[in-house]
């Protein structure tokens, strides 16, 4: 069968364009190198009937019911282009600068406020990440706001919290290649808080650790000490 051909839905196509490139399309995997132009408007309109497909499943009457006439569009679109926009867009221009005054001290940026979802639910993850960056000579600078671009860009996928904070480490430790990296992502889970034990006070908390700061406990110590207190 020709992919190209009428008929043929487009996420059967991206999935084609993909499997041709051996390219993995995980929830939380990025998937703009195939992305062509007008897709993502085009998989709106298909999402939009699908999503439709689940209200009438779950048995409402979207045709009478004037609060969920155009649900199923609103709840594509916000999945597309909103919550999980950082499947499909490339990731931010970054403009790096040599470290010309040869910086060499800790620098923290934070809190920055991140919102994803976790992949098993779809519910809801918001939280606060702070990164701590060694520089050497030979390290990039970027601006500061760069670094929440990033973040918003790679949060933005269904995933767990633990992958999240991994790519994110690695598309800094990337950009930047610094002597050191430490990342820490406290949020709230809403499949803990709106669904099952239903615990509205529960947080999770992680770190990734990066070059020195794996070796050197006292620079460790002082990026926590550092970062403000929640209890």
């Not at 633990?162 to 800094?172: G, H, K, T």
Request: with cysteine.
């Amino acid at each position: 069968m020709n992919l190209e051909d009428e008929g043929v839905p487009l996420s059967v196509k991206i999935r084609e364009r993909l499997k041709a490139k051996r390219q993995r399309f995980h929830s939380n995997d990025n998937i703009a190198s195939v992305m062509q132009p007008g897709d993502l408007d085009r998989l709106l309109d298909e999402v939009s009937e699908k999503m439709q497909g689940v209200l009438d499943a779950m048995v409402i009457d979207t045709e009478n019911d004037h609060n969920t006439g155009d649900t199923a569009r609103r709840v594509a679109k916000m999945y597309l282009k909103e919550v999980f926009k950082g499947r499909y867009v490339e990731a931010p221009a970054v403009t790096e600068f040599p470290n010309a005054e040869h910086l060499n001290e800790l620098m923290i940026v934070g809190p920055i406020t991140v919102r994803s979802a976790c992949s098993h639910h779809l519910c809801p993850v918001i939280g606060q990440v702070y990164i701590g960056v060694l520089p050497n000579e030979h390290t990039n600078v970027i601006g500061l706001s760069k670094y929440a671009r990033l973040a918003e860009w790679v949060m933005g996928r269904p995933q767990i919290q633990e992958e999240a904070v991994v790519q994110l480490a690695d598309l800094i430790q990337e950009k930047t290649q610094p002597d050191g990296l430490a990342i820490v992502m406290e949020a709230t889970h809403f499949c803990m808080g709106w669904r099952g034990v239903k615990d509205m006070d529960s947080k999770m908390i992680n770190s990734v650790m990066r070059g020195v700061f794996l070796k050197d406990t006292n620079l460790r110590r002082e990026f926590l000490s550092l970062i403000p207190r929640r209890v």
